[in-house]
Nanobody, 124 residues
Framework: QVQLVESGGGLVQAGGSLRLSCAAS????????MGWFRQAPGKEREFVAI????????YYTDSVKGRFTISRDNAKNTVYLNMNSLKPEDTAVYSC?????????????????WGQGTQVTVSS
């Protein structure tokens, strides 16, 4: 069992930046592929970014490439999402998730554990 707690969300103007954190407790953090997902009102949950167990490989959805960076610190059991050049369309609840699969999956169903989410609101 893994517990995930996100923090760092908030209200920011377009063009601004935020850093989300996801702290994990429970089993060995480095055993999990970690992902960030987001869900805007009235929309389905969508994949944002993913990072491999040792942080060597990352992958992003096209809309955030060049603006968002996912990273992890296995010594601190934490995964981060640095978000720059934020746009109003980035507004959503952002959740981190942990997967026991070795592949970098972008579908929510591949993830075993989820945090409660943190709200990110970008004003125009």
């Amino acid at each position: 069992q893994v517990q995930l707690v996100e923090s760092g969300g908030g209200l920011v103007q377009a063009g601004g930046s935020l850093r989300l954190s996801c702290a994990a407790s429970g089993r060995t953090f480095s055993n999990y592929v970690m992902g960030w997902f987001r869900q805007a009102p009235g929309k389905e949950r969508e994949f944002v970014a993913i990072i491999s167990r040792l942080g060597i490989t990352t992958y992003y959805t096209d809309s955030v490439k060049g603006r968002f960076t996912i990273s992890r610190d296995n010594a601190k059991n934490t995964v981060y999402l640095n978000m720059n050049s934020l746009k109003p369309e980035d507004t959503a609840v952002y959740s981190c998730a942990a997967s026991t699969q070795s592949t970098l999956a972008t579908t929510p169903g591949a993830y075993d554990y989820w945090g409660q989410g943190t709200q990110v609101t970008v004003s125009s």
